[in-house]
């Protein structure tokens, strides 16, 4: 019980910096409150939360021949993605306004909006990348019907806000669980649009590669394409260079096969701009656990 109520302190604890650090930048004009809170995150969570530790071991057991300058350009970098990442979701209209001012590009912008126009459901499919409401934003505002399925966050103080902050961006949400999936296969089958992230391990994924190595990957947004005819279109907000502004990628829908071939395709659709972007992928996921004991038992296949 000790080591219970010790955890939810620390929970509680964490949850009132957060919300002290996040009224404090609101308080700013954008422009300043979004490199402020990267450098927050990068300067006082990262050492805290253990994400500089985190990242160094991911980079070390896919990309081990990067050079040390180049991995502690990333360990600085990454928390600084993250924190502009959490400050933009929280900054709700104003981000939307912003993001929607960048226009739409990739090679999937046709099919998109031929989908739209015919009511055709459609499931996109982001990674923890860049910002990955960007891309949600910029299609929300542009009047496409966009639902998005999350997972709560774990420490249940944080979360309360987080869920709301991420609704006010746009709506309707649809937590992970039975209850959302009901509320998400009505709002596909309406024709709507849902988004998802599948770049987090899960226990009981497809031990799938991704940067070369074993990770469980969630098969379900490939399997309710197939289910419900919809496309499945990877997209992506980049970050550009001046830290606010972003490319809007929406990539060609993957073509219909095995749900195991589609979402390797969704991996590798991510992985070729994670690795043009090193810095912006969020290496502080543990993202290969569980996946590490495939890659074991095959010796040095996977190397």
């Keep these: ?65 990067l050079a040390p300058v180049e991995v502690e350009r990333i360990v600085r970098a990454v928390p600084d993605n993250v924190g502009r990442t959490i400050i933009e979701i ?39 990348f860049g910002n990955y409401d960007a891309s949600r934003a910029a299609l929300v505002g542009r009047g496409y019907r966009v ?10 103080y944080f979360n309360a806000h987080y869920e709301a902050a991420i609704a006010a961006i746009g709506k309707p949400m649809f937590p992970r669980g039975k209850a959302g999936l009901g509320a998400m296969v009505r709002h596909l089958r309406s024709g709507g649009m849902v988004g998802m992230v599948v770049d ?28 419900y005819n919809a496309l499945l279109v990877p997209t992506y907000g980049i970050r ?16 219909q096969g095995t749900p195991e071939a589609m979402t390797q395709a ?11 972007h090193l810095d912006q992928w969020f290496w502080i996921h543990r993202r290969w656990k569980g996946g590490q004991r495939f890659d074991g038992a095959a010796g040095s296949a996977s190397e």
């Excluded at 809170?37 to 530790?53: E, F, I, Q, S």
């Excluded at 639902?147 to 249940?156: A, E, I, R």
């Excluded at 987090?200 to 490939?222: D, E, I, R, V, Y």
């Design 1 to 65: 019980m000790a080591q219970t109520n010790g955890n939810t302190l620390r929970l509680w604890l964490q949850d009132r910096f957060l919300r002290g650090l996040i009224w404090a930048l609101m308080r700013l004009p954008y422009r300043w409150r979004v490199p402020l809170c990267g450098a927050a995150v990068t300067h006082l969570v990262a050492p805290v939360a253990g994400y500089r530790k985190r990242i160094r071991e991911n980079l070390a057991y896919v990309l081990p021949e």
């Design 90 to 128: 929280y900054s709700g209209a104003e981000f939307a306004a912003h993001a929607m001012r960048h226009p739409l590009t990739g090679g999937g912008v046709a099919a998109l909006e031929a989908a739209h126009q015919a009511g055709q459901p459609v499931i996109l499919v982001t990674g923890h």
């Design 147 to 156: 639902g998005s399925l999350y997972m709560p966050m774990t420490n249940p």
């Design 200 to 227: 987090q391990n899960m226990n009981h994924g497809a031990p799938l590669k991704f940067f070369g190595k074993t990770a469980l990957t969630a098969l379900s947004a490939a399997e309710l394409a197939l289910k």
């Design 240 to 255: 550009s260079e001046d830290g606010l502004s972003f490319t809007i990628v929406v990539e060609p829908p993957v073509p």
């Design 266 to 276: 969704l991996n590798d659709s991510l992985e070729v701009l994670a690795r043009q």
